[in-house]
């Protein structure tokens, strides 16, 4: 099993950043793929980046340019740093551990941006 929990949620002004943990434990294997997703309300979950454990980084179109995902494999955490946010980046975000057929998930953070 693998567990993971978010931080690093808030509110922050149009503009403003923030900067996104997923701490995880259990099971994790060396070869996963790392991401974060958001969901906002009344729509779908919608990706938003991942990072592979070998480095590879993709992002939604959206958020390319402004966010950053990184991750530090001896701790098994992956972070989304967060840079000129907009009131569209408001939604609750997750992160999931993606390894080999298994897709875990956190609970959430929420993420508010202010006009």
């Known amino acids: 099993q693998v567990q993971l929990v978010e931080s690093g949620g808030g509110l922050v002004q149009a503009g403003g950043s923030l900067r996104l943990s997923c701490a995880t434990s259990?099971?994790?294997?060396?070869?996963?793929?790392m991401g974060w997703y958001r969901q906002a309300p009344g729509k779908q979950r919608e990706w938003v980046a991942e990072?592979?454990?070998?480095?590879?980084?993709t992002y939604t179109a959206s958020v390319k340019g402004r966010f950053t995902i990184s991750r530090d494999n001896a701790k098994n955490t992956v972070y989304l740093q967060m840079d000129s946010l907009k009131p569209e980046d408001t939604a609750v975000y997750y992160c999931?551990?993606?390894?080999?057929?298994?897709?875990?998930w956190g609970p959430g953070t929420q993420v508010t941006v202010s006009s």
């Open positions: 999931a551990v993606r390894q080999l057929i298994h897709t875990y």
């Open positions: 990072m592979t454990s070998g480095g590879t980084t």
């Open positions: 259990g099971s994790i294997f060396s070869r996963n793929v």
